[in-house]
């Protein structure tokens, strides 16, 4: 069940800027091999000094597989020609941990942050704080979820170098089907959506042709819907795990009866299976679906005529004007202990998060959207002045209902919290735990919502009291 943290070929990583398939990209100063030079590139004003001696380091995880990493990795070495640096695209769990017990370990690391407190108890990450406070980077600069998510036991760990965020998508077409002005949805009535999910499905004889409504709890979103209905997953101080009390109980079996009136679980699974590439909203095959922020970039160049919005969930009850609610979630750089050049590792890092390094990434961006025909749609970097910039500086206007998702993304991001076991060294077996154990057999209708997250709840505090 343990997913890899990052080199799986899939439309999804692609689309994040994640992996990559193929050999170690180098970038040297006397000459940039493995890659295609694309957009804007040159030293970046304002950024800190070239590095003052020769260096070598090298980085995993991180794939220059878009023009968003390779203008700024290109402005990186514009600016440091002293340090050649060779990008190691594949990363998983067992390559870490065989290379932490070898000590092969690279000078830096692209990580998922739902893993850096696993990371940090083990050993294999080194603190940051002291590269921070030295070079008087200022974390207020950053998104608080990414920062948070990268801290361990009160020190940073890494630092934030991409954000997602997750909202509702509703197609407005198919809402006005049944007369629904979806612009106007009241999104903290989650009765009202589980009703729209029942009149949305369209269905050719016994074969859905379209879902109504996927709440994507199968899919980790349990987090943000129980959280959303007042729910806790741990106490206070770490000490217990909280699966199955009421609130979450309540929103699950929410879920549950969601999905039944659509045709059950099964249904979804059927229809499900015949997805491809992410595209299911783009292609009109689910009418209402929560999905992460970079989606929006898929609807740009599959379905720029598509009539949709994106919207906000709000805390449930709280009316149309409700808090929002919604988890972060992201990759940030780190060092390893005993990193052979830790100095050098950090004067990348540092550098790639600058202000100016970001907008040369994404006028980058902007120029092969432009070039293929498409639309830029920013992306989120974990620097809030930078995705304000992009928006204000870069962003061309499509219409309005992609204008507004491309404002909202960075709002609903500032009152975003983490997956709550993110904070656990157990972080990855939480989550399975969860999914496993508490939602898949309650969606399937083997045991019933509260006994699903009350064996779950068992599962999780063993893993918990393992690291206590």
Do not use: C
Not at 21 to 30: E, N
Not at 59 to 66: C, D, K, M, Q, R
Not at 212 to 233: E, I, P, R, S
């Amino acid at each position: 069940m343990r997913r890899a943290l990052a080199g799986r070929a899939t439309r999804r990583n692609v689309v994040r800027g994640g992996a990559a398939a193929g050999a170690g990209l180098a970038l040297a100063g006397s000459g940039r091999r493995g890659f295609q030079t694309v957009g804007a590139q040159g030293t970046p004003a304002g950024t800190p000094a070239a590095f003052g001696r020769d260096a070598s380091i090298v980085s995993w995880g991180f794939g220059l597989t878009n023009p968003l990493s390779t203008a700024r990795a290109e402005a990186f070495q514009a600016a440091n020609p002293s340090i050649a640096i060779e990008f190691v695209p594949e990363l998983d769990d067992q390559k870490i941990l065989t290379a932490a017990a070898s000590d092969t370990l690279p000078d830096l690391l692209w990580i998922d942050r739902v893993d850096m407190a696993s990371w940090a108890q083990r050993g294999v990450v080194a603190p940051l704080d002291q590269y921070v406070q030295s070079s008087g980077l200022n974390l207020a600069d950053y998104y608080e979820a990414g920062v948070a998510e990268s801290t361990y036991e009160g020190q940073l760990y890494g630092l934030p170098g991409g954000m997602d965020v997750r909202a509702l998508y509703v197609n407005l077409d198919a809402l006005n089907e049944i007369g629904v002005d979806g612009m106007t949805l009241d999104t903290s009535d989650w009765d009202l959506l589980a009703d729209l999910g029942e009149q949305l499905v369209q269905r050719d004889g016994d074969r859905i042709t379209r879902w109504g409504f996927d709440t994507k709890l199968q899919a980790g979103y349990l987090w943000l819907w129980g959280l959303g209905n007042g729910g806790t997953f741990f106490n206070e101080d770490g000490t217990e795990a909280t699966y199955n009390n009421e609130q979450v109980v309540d929103a699950l079996q929410w879920g549950v009866e969601a999905y039944e009136r659509q045709g059950g679980y099964q249904d979804y699974e059927a229809v499900a299976s015949t997805w491809q590439g992410d595209e299911q909203f783009a292609r009109g095959q689910v009418a209402m679906t929560m999905y992460e922020s970079w989606m929006l970039g898929i609807l740009a160049s599959v379905a720029p005529d598509l009539n949709f919005a994106v919207l906000p969930i709000r805390q449930r009850g709280s009316g149309p004007d409700g808090p929002p609610v919604s988890f972060a979630a992201g990759r940030s750089w780190s060092i390893p202990q005993g990193a052979n050049d830790p100095e050098a590792a950090w004067h990348f890092i540092s550098q790639m998060h600058t202000l100016d390094t970001w907008l040369i990434g994404a006028q980058a961006r902007k120029e092969a959207a432009q070039a293929e025909g498409g639309n830029y749609i920013p992306a989120l970097t974990a620097h809030i002045e930078a995705d304000r910039r992009q928006i204000e500086e870069l962003y061309d206007p499509i219409s309005e209902n992609v204008d507004a998702a491309v404002r909202l993304f960075p709002e609903l991001l500032a009152a975003s919290t983490n997956r709550p076991n993110s904070a656990f060294p157990a972080s990855a077996q939480l989550e399975d735990t969860m999914t496993e154990v508490g939602i898949l057999p309650a969606l399937r209708g083997e045991t019933t919502a509260e006994d699903a997250l009350t064996q779950a709840n068992d599962d999780a505090q063993e893993a918990v009291e393992e690291f206590l």
